[in-house]
């Protein structure tokens, strides 16, 4: 395959990142076993790695684009986790009332 622009960052990577990692954090405050919190967790993680992973396999982004893909995701996902919490969208007795 030949790629004939640059991409910095990997705008994949990111979209996964961002997507996946949103989803797990915003769901798992919603969800009650902490099993299922830490494997959403870890399967949202999986994927996002999987695909910036694909994009250096495949050689169409270089590790750099991919790492600044991933950090811009996780960086919108902690923004908002942190807005959603901030503005009370996860209610603690949500949880208490359920357990």
């Known amino acids: 395959m030949i790629v004939a622009n640059a ?30 919190r830490v494997i959403l967790l870890v399967l949202a993680i999986g994927v996002a790695l999987a695909v910036g992973v694909s994009r250096v396999a495949l050689g169409v982004h ?8 991933w950090a811009a995701g996780s960086a919108w996902a902690l923004a908002n986790w942190i807005i959603a919490n901030a503005t009370g969208w996860f209610d603690a007795r949500d949880r208490s009332e359920s357990a």
């Open 7 to 36: 991409s910095f960052p990997s705008g994949h990577a990111f979209g996964a990142a961002m997507v996946y990692l949103t989803l797990a954090a915003l769901l798992t405050f919603r969800m009650q076993p902490r099993a299922a």
């Open 62 to 69: 270089w590790p750099s684009d991919v790492l600044a893909g």
